[in-house]
């Protein structure tokens, strides 16, 4: 089937489609359960294995020294399912997975609700989603034909006879026929359960078939009626008042049962409003309207809400009885740099928005955000907690600093709870490529536009005060070392022969340092003495003086000679710490260099070849023309001022 045969693909998925519909009585359904028991599995089984059989994997420090520093010793699992549309938040998602599991092993946690709290932008609302989606995706499940509670044909079984069909099909049968359901076998199939007709019936959240919603409701208008149905009216002249024909079992608990129930802000409803709540967990049974007798409930209630409302309803004693069936998980803020890029790429690769984005302009709005979620530490400076957060090694005067990653947390238990959200960065981003002329955005517009955008927040002053030190100081500093690396970088890159040429020289006078002996000019056949001063003002680049010279030059020679030996190629790249001694002694003379290139207004031949083919290389490595320009205008009015 080719890309653009359309009808081929409507009628490959209508016949899928149709394979997987079944209608049947219950002795058909009986066989298909004595052969594949999971059909019959209750609403958190099926949840878990949904989440689970994408895959999973087991990482630990001894696979990654970056996860050694983060983690320790400590085993994350990380689930694919989740992989491509959470980034920085293993800890919560491996807790929401835990609680599934237990309570498809009809644990407590089968009773009881799972309940996201954590600051606005953090991502509850996308798990919530993403349960959602995951339900949708399931296999369509088997469900008594015309029940509006879409229950589990197996309750049709009655209770004495339980056991015996319990042993032969090899499943608990857990539940009890809704009244609609009981009446109807009754009066319809005169008590022959067998010949009940069974079907079934795919998850939808836009259907209500399986998933149902509780949005806040007025305090002064809250109707039960939203949670589990309704008499109808016109009915009532019909039938008795206790009749079942008269229900309308359409509520959230209605829908959402052997799915999902969602309590959207479920703190912002009055107590009385959520007691539907305690019976469906505890007792797994609902009020039915009117006059009827409570009805079994099979389902997965989530909740999820902000902090402060979280704080204000647990403060009150008398909603002990809520609180004890609350299984709490913290989706806290992103605090891993590299994850929290990973957010804005996904969510700018999501977007229309088709501009060039210079390199470092996302890493730096990230920095904001993280730097803005982390708590003031005795023990480091804001920047050096993000990347040691970050999993990276924090060096000073040559040596790694040891910092326990581990003491900067338990000082700060509520970190990652308050700060700067992701939807604030974003609409950032989105402000500056909106108001781009060039189609174009770099660190330096995307800075401007944050700190403009933080000085029009209502938040109170030290924090704001906080914020533009992070902007105009912390970050501006950082991203200006990052630009004269880069610069200096290409402008090395154009510097292809001076490098080897200074390699070349240290080679020479290496070999005759070590064997004590004089170096032939190649162009007069001189004999010159070894220029110990020009080997040491390379060596001084990465800190090798006295002594540990002597074993450098050595380790140097013998290590080229062994190159050339299994005939290697030789250049200034072919020894790393060599290589990083060349780069800085040419760094060090190229900034002079490149400050009057950048600001001269007439450039002579040589110079404009050296800086063209620095812009060539910064295009290499992501940047195009109108930022390359931008950044270097700022590089020549910040980084090497007169």
Known sequence: MTNLDFAGLIKQDREERKHQHFSGTLLDYLAIVKDNPKVAMLAHQRMHELLNDRGVKAVSGEDDPRLKRLYGNEVIKKYTFFKDEFYGIDKSIMKIMRY???????????????????????GKSSLMEALKKALEMAHPMYVIKDCPMREEPLHLIPKHLRPNFEKMLGVKIEGDLCPVCRWRLKHEYKGEFENVPVTTTEFSVRSRKGVGVVPPVDPNNQDTSVLSGSVDISKMDMYPEDDPRV??????????????????????????????MIT?????????????????????ILAHSNEAEWNRFKSDHTNEAILDRIVKVEVPYCLEL????????????????????????????SMFAILSRLASSAKVDPFTKLKIYNGEEIVEKGSTKKVDINELREEAAREGMTGISTRFIMKALDTALSDSEHNCINPITVLDTLIKAVKEMVINEDDKKRYLGFLQDTLKKEYNKLLEKEVTRAFIYGYQEQAESLFNNYLDHSEAFVNSAKIKDKSTGEELECDVKFLQ?????????????????????AYMFSLLRSGGKIDYKSYEPLKEAIEKKLTVSVKELSRVITKARVRDGEQDGKFNAMVEEMKRNGYCDHCCNVVLKYAANNLWRD
């Open 100 to 122: 599934f599991h237990s309570a498809a092993m009809r644990g407590e946690e089968a009773r009881q609700v799972l309940y996201l709290v954590g600051p606005v932008g953090a």
């Open 247 to 276: 229900l309308s079992l359409n509520g959230a608990f209605n829908v959402g049962n052997r799915g999902i129930v969602e309590f959207i802000e479920v703190f912002k409803n009055d107590v009385e409003y959520l007691h539907t």
């Open 280 to 300: 469906a967990t505890q007792e797994k049974s609902i009020p039915s309207p009117g006059k009827g007798s409570m009805i079994y409930f099979d389902g997965i």
């Open 338 to 365: 590299d994850e929290e890029v990973k957010i804005y790429r996904k969510m700018l690769s999501n977007s229309a928005f088709n501009a060039h984005i210079a390199p470092h302009t996302v890493e730096m709005a």
């Open 537 to 557: 003002s390379i060596e001084e680049q990465i800190g090798i003086t006295g002594t540990a010279a002597l074993g450098f030059r050595q380790d140097v020679t």
